[in-house]
């Protein structure tokens, strides 16, 4: 099982990023998965997670209406796009899933068991 984050980088504030996360090992079609962010000094974030299946999303108020998660089950991979991008923005992002099978999704780190290593996004002027 092996999660790779890529798509990170600087960008100036009202800018946009998509970030990827390959997945291996399991299929992200039927997996709760979300991803997390942590800036330094502070705890992992949940910003966005997705249901197994795909039906159901949830965003943190700090990102609504400028981040959208989703996946492509073909490439077996999630995707962040984010927009309006914020200095507030500026974080390590890691995906994460949870191989319980189980119907939980959301934005809880203890309960997701495989993670990725994390890309770094700045932004800034």
């Known amino acids: 099982v092996q999660l790779v984050e890529s798509g990170g980088g600087s960008v100036q504030p009202g800018g946009s990023l998509r970030l990827s996360c390959a997945a291996s090992?399991?299929?992200?079609?039927?997996?709760?998965m979300t991803w997390f962010r942590q800036a330094p000094g502070q705890e992992r974030e949940g910003v966005a997670g997705?249901?197994?299946?795909?039906?159901?999303?949830l965003y943190a108020d700090s990102v609504k209406g400028r981040f959208t998660i989703s996946r492509d089950n073909a490439e077996n991979t999630l995707y962040l796009q984010m927009n309006a991008l914020q200095p507030d923005d500026t974080a390590v992002y890691y995906c994460?899933?949870?191989?319980?099978?189980?119907?939980?999704?959301?934005?809880?780190?203890?309960?997701?068991?495989?993670w990725g290593q994390g890309t770094q996004v700045t932004v800034a002027s």
């Open positions: 994460a899933a949870r191989l319980a099978r189980t119907a939980y999704y959301g934005l809880m780190a203890t309960q997701f068991d495989r």
């Open positions: 090992g399991f299929p992200v079609s039927d997996t709760a």
């Open positions: 997705i249901s197994p299946g795909g039906h159901y999303t």
